[in-house]
Each structure stands twice: as structure tokens, then as C-alpha cells.
């Protein structure tokens, strides 16, 4: 039984990333990315109008002025992208 509910877990993680992958490839909704294992190369090739918010040795995370920021990372050599800053289901109280 507890195989089958670390299965049923993996499957729930992994189908949340992906619909939070295809959000950034879909969608402007994101007001940043964060770009996975990102490549010296990459940086090079990154949209014009981008700017780094913050950066790891695993991931980096950019904002975009560009329309279909996504997929303009993907060009650019992006290996794994996922939005950045969307507030969820939820909203958040506006801070003062």
C-alpha cells in the first residue's frame, strides 16, 4: 500500500510541474522564471530586456519585458523553465 501512495504522489508532483512548465511556455501570467541548470552559454543568449533577479549554482531567476517570456528562454537555450512570483489560488493581502 505505501508503494502505491509514493507512486500516486510522484505522479501528483510531476503532473504539477508540468502544468506549471506549460503555464511559462503558454502564458505571460508569470512575472519572472526561474531557469534550471542554466548554461554559461545561456547567459549570452538570454532575450534583451531581461534582468537576473537572483542566481544559484542550480538556477537562475529573470524577469522579462518580452511578450511569450517562455518561450524566448527556450530559444535561448533554456533547459527547464518554471514561472516565478505567481501568488497562487489565493490572494495575498496587499502590503501597506
Known amino acids: ?52 533577479l537572483s542566481r544559484t549554482s542550480l538556477t537562475l531567476i529573470l524577469q522579462g519585458e518580452t511578450t511569450d517570456f517562455g518561450r524566448a528562454l527556450y530559444q535561448a537555450g533554456a533547459l527547464f523553465v518554471l514561472p516565478a512570483g505567481l501568488t497562487g489560488c489565493l490572494p495575498l493581502p496587499k502590503q501597506p
Open 1 to 52: 500500500m505505501t508503494i502505491r501512495w509514493l507512486f500516486a504522489l510522484a505522479l501528483v508532483l510531476l503532473g504539477w510541474i508540468t502544468v506549471m512548465a506549460l503555464v511559462m511556455v503558454f502564458s505571460d501570467a508569470a512575472p519572472a522564471a526561474v531557469v534550471f541548470f542554466p548554461s554559461e552559454d545561456f547567459l549570452n543568449h538570454v532575450p534583451e530586456g531581461t534582468s537576473i
